[in-house]
């Protein structure tokens, strides 16, 4: 579980799959879900675009 100041709590996964890396970010407070795909030797990079994503969907609603 991550916290972010402008959301507040973000749980986030990650499974990898052979040379990528899935990225899952989920708002606790609204069950909005998102997702990234990078390379597995990347993994902040792949949550930087996961909690980017979600911060986007969440703008959006």
């Known amino acids: ?12 996964e990650f499974v990898r799959n052979g040379a ?3 990225c899952s970010a ?3 407070a609204t069950g909005v879900e ?3 795909m990078g ?3 990347e993994p902040r ?4 675009v996961a909690i ?3 911060k986007r969907a969440l703008s959006q609603r």
């Open 45 to 48: 990079a792949v949550e930087r």
């Open 26 to 28: 989920i708002h606790t």
């Open 39 to 41: 390379p597995a030797l």
């Open 52 to 54: 980017a994503k979600l």
């Open 1 to 12: 579980m991550t916290t972010d100041p402008e959301l507040g709590e973000i749980i986030v």
């Open 20 to 22: 990528y890396l899935k």
């Open 34 to 36: 998102v997702s990234a």
